[in-house]
């Protein structure tokens, strides 16, 4: 079956340093998605992206988060200046459409130190 | 204010029997309702996607109700097996999102054998 493949598994970084949240979505999906999840809490839309631009952002995804399709197949996440508060699990997921469901990977667990 | 709330925290129930899991919601217009089940430090896994006008969704052992004068949808787990023990969460997609899904905070089924 078809899968969302993210890297790496596991990111620390230090405060204030940049990262990118690497993810492979299914191949014929059009629709990509990120969404994170703070350790005991709520999964939480981050953005939505859809013929190479974004549909829909959230609060949290102010400007020190961007996204990027930089070829046909890698869909990227970007955070600028990390803070403690953006540590959490990162889950990039893709659709075939709006109205179907997500495939989800298994997510980059982000420890910011 | 906007809520959904799936109202266990936790189930625990005997194998073979039938567990029922609730999703309510406040103050939203969805389009659709997911489930999705999630293992611990894994991404969600869609289950299943239930419209507005739908009143039931089945597939294999899963069951799922949407009724939008209660606000509410049901899902439910058929002969139910050890390995069905997991987190499952509810997803509304609001009429008009692109991507955003609304997820709750989740039920933690346990199957005893």
């Known amino acids: 079956e078809p899968e969302v493949t993210q890297t790496p598994s596991h990111q620390v970084t230090q405060m204030g340093q940049e990262v990118i949240l690497h993810c492979v979505p299914i191949?014929?999906?059009?629709?990509f998605y990120w969404y994170r999840q703070i350790l005991g809490q709520k999964v939480e839309f981050l953005v939505s992206?859809?013929?190479?631009?974004?549909?829909?952002k959230s609060e949290i995804f102010d400007d020190q988060f961007s996204v990027e399709r930089p070829d046909g197949s890698n869909f990227t996440l970007k955070i600028r200046s990390t803070k403690l508060e953006d540590s959490a699990m990162y889950f990039c997921?893709?659709?075939?459409?709006?109205?179907?469901?997500?495939?989800f990977g298994s997510g980059t667990r982000l420890t910011v130190v | 204010s906007q809520k959904i709330e799936q109202n266990s925290e936790a189930l625990n129930i005997q194998e073979g029997k039938t567990a029922t899991l609730t999703c309510n919601y406040t103050?939203?217009?969805?389009?659709?309702l997911q489930w999705y089940r999630q293992d611990p430090g894994r991404g969600p896994v869609f289950l299943l996607l239930?419209?507005?006008?739908?009143k039931e969704k089945r597939k294999e052992r899963l069951k799922v109700t949407f009724d939008t004068t209660l606000k509410q949808s049901l899902f439910h787990i058929t002969a139910s097996q050890p390995a069905d023990s997991a987190t499952y969460l509810c997803?509304?997609?609001?009429?008009?999102?692109?991507?955003?899904?609304?997820f709750g905070k989740g039920t933690k089924l346990s199957v005893k054998p």
């Open positions: 992206f859809y013929n190479n631009e974004i549909s829909e």
């Open positions: 997803a509304l997609d609001r009429r008009g999102s692109q991507g955003n899904l609304i």
């Open positions: 239930i419209r507005e006008n739908e």
């Open positions: 191949s014929n999906h059009l629709y």
């Open positions: 997921a893709s659709s075939v459409g709006g109205n179907y469901g997500y495939t």
């Open positions: 103050n939203y217009s969805p389009a659709y």
